[in-house]
């Protein structure tokens, strides 16, 4: 049974480079969703989406930052034109259904430089 | 909007002492999870209550869901220092909504 995937762990970006961020969720769960934290600090919720759909983008970036979560394959957090304070450390979470249970992966840890 | 807010933000406690955090929302749950995530690591599900009112416990930690849905508390007795980390909750509130987290409690334990 293997939990929610996330690769790669650290990514490190020039100023202006493209990030993307891959979350493969629990087999079977087809809600996933996105959550920033930075060094001490809470998680910030970003976007929840259902599988092709974005369900809640409220936390996310108008700017430079999308997220999907295609039929096939694992959800991706893209993040355009990045700058220093987009480095934070980047979980995705997956659950079975609305509002359910959350199972986190291990993080992506983003430094732009 | 939905805002759950958690304190204390720090905790710092002697090894055996016990130790609360406090979670309070701005509206009514309709469930409340708790969370642990280690220093570095990555959030751990703990336990989910459902009920007003409800009770729930895992050894040394206590978990309760106030009467009218808003509020939560976790207890640790006799802390060690395995339970070094940040808990954190989570409430959940409207369908279509992901859950709201709070922004958690550090608990540090001196030996």
């Known amino acids: 049974n293997a939990g929610v995937m996330q690769n790669p762990r650290h990514l490190v970006r020039r100023r202006g480079q493209e990030a993307r961020l891959r979350c493969s969720p629990v087999k079977g769960h087809s809600h996933v969703y996105w959550y920033r934290q930075l060094p001490e600090e809470g998680l910030k919720f970003m976007v929840y989406l259902q599988k092709e759909n974005i369900i809640d983008e409220s936390g996310m970036p108008k700017e430079r930052f999308s997220a999907e979560f295609p039929k096939e394959g694992p959800s991706i957090l893209r993040i355009q034109q990045v700058v220093r304070g987009d480095s934070a450390a980047y979980f995705c979470?997956?659950?079975?259904?609305?509002?359910?249970?959350?199972?986190f992966g291990s993080g992506t840890r983003l430094t732009v430089v | 909007g939905q805002q759950v807010m958690q304190i204390p933000q720090y905790q710092h406690v002697q090894e055996g002492e016990d130790f609360t955090t406090y979670c309070n929302s701005s509206?009514?749950?309709?469930?409340i999870q708790w969370y642990k995530q280690r220093p570095g690591g990555h959030p751990v599900f703990l336990i989910q209550l459902v009920k007003s009112g409800e009770v729930k416990k895992q050894k040394r930690l206590t978990f309760q869901f106030g009467e009218a849905k808003k509020n939560s508390s976790l207890h640790i007795t006799a802390t060690q220092t395995t339970d070094v980390g940040t808990y954190f909750c989570a409430g959940g509130g409207q369908a279509g909504t992901a859950l709201i987290f709070g922004k958690g409690t550090t608990l540090s334990v001196s030996s």
């Open positions: 509206t009514t749950l309709s469930n």
């Open positions: 979470a997956s659950s079975p259904g609305q509002g359910q249970v959350h199972y």
